[in-house]
């Protein structure tokens, strides 16, 4: 077995884990792969290895190994900070973008999804640290964005994205992955939707934020090694 193919497996086992300590079934948790930095030979490895779902921060490397990929049935997930200037990219290389934080962005991307493919699956990213340097909407600008993404076309919003301030303090992890599904409900009640995705849980806080109500956990660290 690869090393990848080990640590893959290590992360499901971490997540089982995880599930049975929430009482959750293990099939409520999906795994992205962020593979951001690392070249396509090794997402090919994980690919083989049976993993689908793929993150990335930067467009123009996620395109070029999309590319190198294309004989491959993957999934692939923008999930780093977006400017206007690159959602035409996003909006037609990508299921899936985790992190739109404002509604403009948002706009582009509907106007720029090529008639014919699915909606684009969208996540709202909050900031759920109150840090200053950190992406996303505040808490409480939740509900209003997620009303007017939800009316957009080519889009079709599915929950919530955090990235928490670094801790190994757990129950401050788990506080702020609480107000994550906390501002998922509330949305949730507010607009009689069905919103159905917390994407939170890196390789160092993923039982926490399972614990918190994950449904897709980011890893990269834990699958591909330290990143340079
Ligand atoms: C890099 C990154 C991850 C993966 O972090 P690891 O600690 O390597 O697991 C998850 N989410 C986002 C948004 C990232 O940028």
């Not at 971490?14 to 030979?41: M, P």
């Not at 209003?144 to 994205?161: F, K, N, Q, V, Y």
């Not at 069905?194 to 990269?220: K, P, Q």
Request: charged share 25%; proline share 4%.
């Amino acid at each position: 077995m690869t090393s990848i193919a080990a640590n893959l497996q290590a992360v499901h086992a971490r997540i089982a884990a995880a599930c049975v300590a929430a009482g959750r079934a293990a099939e409520s948790v999906q795994l992205l792969a962020v593979s951001k930095t690392w070249t396509a030979a090794r997402v090919r490895e994980a690919a083989v290895a049976g993993q689908r779902a793929f993150g990335e921060n930067y467009v123009q490397e996620a395109c070029d190994k999309a590319a190198e990929l294309k004989d491959l049935d993957l999934e692939w997930h923008f999930i780093g900070p977006l400017q206007g200037n690159k959602t035409r990219r996003v909006a037609e290389n990508f299921a899936w973008v985790h992190s739109v934080d404002r509604l403009k962005i948002a706009e582009r991307l509907a106007a720029q999804r090529p008639p014919g493919n699915l909606p684009l699956q969208l996540c709202l990213q909050v900031n759920v640290s109150d840090e200053a340097s950190k992406g996303g909407c505040a808490p409480q600008q939740a509900l209003d964005l997620a009303a007017a993404i939800s009316e957009l076309p080519g889009l079709r919003l599915r929950g919530l994205m955090a990235i928490p301030e670094p801790t190994t303090d757990v129950l401050r992890q788990r506080s702020q992955f609480a107000l994550l599904r906390r501002t998922l409900e509330w949305i949730n009640a507010e607009l009689d939707c069905e919103l159905d995705t917390l994407s939170m849980g890196m390789s160092e806080d993923l039982e926490a934020a399972i614990m918190e109500g994950a449904t897709m956990v980011r890893i990269g660290t834990a699958i591909f090694g330290k990143r340079n």
